[in-house]
């Protein structure tokens, strides 16, 4: 069994990889649980089930490595284990919730933490945080009784623990939950001062016109980068209603440009796109004009939102910025997101990443 620092040294000799210390640093942790589970445990009627490992809470900035770190440690594992963004993971947990309440079920948490528990050893979740009321006041019975039935948790965050929730509606419901992380859970934090993201576009060209097969191509190319070529669904929630992006990893959304114009979105869509997603791809934007004024409107309010949060854009389009939008009501003031658009393509753009979500 491969342990995780030869699997690292590999990539990195292989050119998948840049050797960054603060990620050597934090192998440790990984290959600690790693190396307990591959361990044959001895079995007897009289004797007691082994204690689990002890899990990992990561945390950092973007584009640290957080996620390619998970990656490695998931494919050496010798036990089953799931992969899973956290945000997606409760999604499933609340349907199952509300299914099991709909028959009728009195206490449905559970049942759904059996079958959790029961199908895997190891959870793997990318990106750790809580914004909705629904999952946090769930989290704390769920995970407890994952935790009591052996199952070890390994996340990534952009926040640390005591963060999670920050100012939520009845937040003191929800602290129980952060001493149990706490707990159960090794608390790190890789502090690197590389945002491996940000270099990986780096002097990349992230603007494409015409949106033909070969910018399509491109985009692919920079997409397998930036996504190890892992792809999950990213639901949205925003007042009430849900904007699903179904290609979605590690910060990292892709759509078409019909996907987030073509649809009744608004500006409080894209702002929570915004503050979603740390890298963005639009493709196929078409010619803008009388026939598509509508589209061309929400696009405006989508760059504006994408501007302001300094998300990374990758796009394809019919033609360049300036020549997006020629004629018909609405060319004047679309210069103001040509300009935009084209201070986006500067090789410094959203270089001012933060680590708040």
């Known amino acids: 069994m491969t342990d995780l620092h030869s699997l690292y040294q590999t990539r990195v000799a292989e050119g998948r990889l840049k050797p960054d210390d603060a990620q050597l640093a ?19 009627f009289f004797r007691k089930a082994p204690e689990p490992p002890k899990g990992l809470y990561l945390w950092g900035g973007v584009g640290r490595g957080k996620s390619m770190l998970m990656d490695l ?23 199952e919730l509300h299914r099991l309440r709909a028959e009728g079920v009195e206490d449905p948490i559970k049942p759904v933490a059996k079958a959790v528990s029961d199908s895997v050893k190891v959870l793997a979740f990318d990106e750790m945080q809580i914004t909705d009321i629904a999952d946090a006041m769930i989290v704390g019975r769920l995970f407890e009784r994952l935790f009591d039935a052996g199952t070890v948790v390994v996340t990534t965050s952009n926040r640390v623990p005591d963060d999670l929730y920050k100012d939520g509606l009845n937040r003191q419901l929800f602290l129980p939950f952060i001493d149990l992380l706490k707990d159960k859970m090794e608390v790190r934090e890789l502090a690197s001062d590389k945002d491996h993201r940000q270099d990986r576009l780096q002097g990349a060209q992230v603007y494409f016109s015409p949106a033909n097969a ?142 708040t979500p």
């Not at 942790?29 to 007897?44: S, V």
């Not at 892709?254 to 963005?280: H, N, Q, W």
């Open 214 to 355: 070969a910018a399509r191509q491109q985009i692919d190319s920079l997409w397998d980068e930036l996504t190890h070529g892992l792809e999950e669904t990213l639901t949205l929630h925003v007042k009430g209603r849900e904007v699903e992006l179904p290609r979605y990893h590690n910060g990292v959304a892709r759509a078409t440009f019909y996907d987030l114009c073509g649809r009744m979105l608004g500006p409080a869509d894209y702002l929570k796109l915004a503050e979603s997603v740390r890298v963005l791809m639009i493709e196929d934007i078409p010619c803008l004009g009388r026939s598509n004024f509508n589209e061309a409107k929400r696009f405006v309010t989508l760059i504006d939102a994408l501007y302001e949060a300094k998300t990374r854009l990758i796009a394809s389009a019919a033609a360049e910025p300036e020549f997006l939008y020629l004629e018909g009501t609405g060319s004047f003031e679309f210069e103001r997101t040509a300009s935009r658009l084209r201070e986006m393509q500067d090789a410094n753009w959203g270089s001012n990443w933060t680590s």
């Open 73 to 95: 440690f998931v494919e050496t594992l010798p036990v089953p284990a799931r992969r899973v963004h956290f945000h997606a993971f409760m999604q499933e947990i609340q349907s």
């Open 26 to 44: 934090a192998l440790p942790a990984f290959e600690r649980i790693r190396a307990d589970l591959a361990t044959p445990q001895k079995r007897g």
